[in-house]
């Protein structure tokens, strides 16, 4: 069962669907919250995870393809952490790759989430995941040392490698306490067997962020 939290950010998010609207859907469960709401709509979406397109056609919701034709008129995805700027934290569900391809293929990006991931500076409760190949993934590791100060192959809690839907693997890393975070991002986008990061800066235009009443903050970029 939804969180009233969760449950009031999903219902606001859904408000902005309209019928027939083609759209994005990242993943997690306040997005999967937003798509049990739109199963009459008449939509058709974009799945940024292979779960979120398994729900999708279970609730008989269109799924299509990135082609290239394709323009979403609205990306809507959850965060792991958002920061006052609404940078965002994701890759919480090693989805972030997707995630961002389905954001870059929309014309408005709207966050969805609980308000209690609101943080002063992103890093302050969640590591910052990249995505990596796998081969030699302990070099790419290595040379991420000079940018952040620590980083950990994820593990899942069977004790398994986590691979990404792309067949990557996934370093959770320690953001500095200070610097820019943006030319941080760039510069880990920049080294060598490095695919993806999940620092989402600049990309979202309003975040729905859900208290325990069941209000809901609404926050723009400062």
Partial sequence: ????????????????????????????????????????????????????????????????????????????DGADEVDPSLGLIKGGGAAMLREKLVVKAAERFVVVAEASKKVPRLGTTRRLPVEVVRFAWRDTQRRLGALVPKSELRISAQGDIVVTDEGHYILDCELPASGDLAALGAAIKAEVGVVEHGLFIGLASLALLGNDDGSVERVSPS
Avoid at 2 to 12: E, G, K, L, N
Avoid at 38 to 57: P, Y
């Fill in 1 to 76: 069962m939804d969180s009233p939290a969760r449950a009031a950010a999903a219902a606001a998010a859904a408000e902005l669907v309209e019928p027939g609207m083609t759209i994005g859907l990242g993943s997690g469960r306040a997005v999967w919250a937003v798509l049990e709401l739109l199963r009459d709509r008449g939509i058709r979406a974009a799945a940024a995870s292979s779960r979120t397109e398994e729900l999708l056609r279970e609730a008989g919701i269109d799924v299509v393809e990135l082609d290239g034709t394709v323009r979403l008129t609205l990306a809507i």
